[in-house]
T-cell receptor
Framework: AQKVTQAQTEISVVEKEDVTLDCVYE???????LFWYKQPPSGELVFLIR??????QNEISGRYSWNFQKSTSSFNFTITASQVVDSAVYFC????????????FGDGTTLTVKP | EAQVTQNPRYLITVTGKKLTVTCSQN?????MSWYRQDPGLGLRQIYY???????DKGDVPEGYKVSRKEKRNFPLILESPSPNQTSLYFC??????????????????FGQGTRLTVV
């Protein structure tokens, strides 16, 4: 069985603050993918990043960065200098090689960035 | 335009009345999947399909059926809907990774969602 835990249900920050969204996963697979998605108030799901289990390099994309640590089974997401447009629900997801089509999403973290 | 189309977008129905939510993709993707989204519970996978005539249960398949007779279509069938199936439903499609035969959710396209209310 695989599981994704996003312990932070809601986070509220003031614009320009940095914020980290936590994601902890469980899987018995040694080969798997991790993903982050953003769901803005309009409702669509927007892909942010994919990381495979063999690549532990951290990634930075503009104000977004991701920290993947296999030792702690975590794949955390940091937004630097947050903006109001970052307000959304963020989902972490996992897809493993066993039951290759099965995908598991976390419950999501609702981020509110106040002006 | 590459897209996943779900119909209907909104549906209110009564308990026990069979319904079908259609999902169609125009990208020739092998993989398709259905999710339901409920407040505080994220997206939970209902069924998925790795290719035509191949379907498998996700985490919450009870009360649902699917079929994959053609690559582009993946309808979700509720034979006897109940109020606990009131939810927001998403269909998704994606290619499979070439090396691992794994659903490449990085390339996933999601439909606009179907908001279903069962009274």
């Amino acid at each position: 069985a695989q599981k994704v835990t996003q312990a932070q249900t809601e986070i509220s920050v003031v614009e320009k603050e940095d914020v980290t969204l936590d994601c902890v996963y469980e899987t018995r697979d040694t080969t798997y993918y991790l993903f982050w998605y953003k769901q803005p108030p309009s409702g669509e799901l927007v892909f942010l990043i994919r990381r495979n289990s063999f690549d532990e390099q951290n990634e930075i994309s503009g104000r977004y960065s991701w920290n993947f640590q296999k030792s702690t089974s975590s794949f955390n997401f940091t937004i630097t200098a947050s903006q109001v447009v970052d307000s959304a629900v963020y989902f972490c997801a996992l897809s493993g090689l066993t039951n290759a089509g099965k995908s598991t999403f976390g419950d999501g973290t609702t981020l509110t960035v106040k002006p | 335009e590459a897209q996943v189309t779900q119909n209907p977008r909104y549906l209110i129905t009564v308990t026990g009345k069979k319904l079908t939510v259609t999902c169609s993709q125009n990208m020739n993707h092998e993989y398709m999947s259905w999710y339901r989204q409920d407040p505080g519970l994220g997206l939970r996978q209902i069924y998925y399909s790795m290719n035509v005539e191949v379907t498998d249960k996700g985490d919450v398949p009870e009360g649902y059926k699917v079929s994959r007779k053609e690559k582009r279509n993946f309808p979700l069938i509720l034979e006897s809907p109940s109020p606990n199936q009131t939810s927001l439903y998403f269909c998704a499609s994606s290619p499979l990774t070439r090396t691992l035969y794994l659903a490449d959710l990085a390339e996933a396209f999601f439909g606009q969602g179907t908001r279903l209310t069962v009274v």
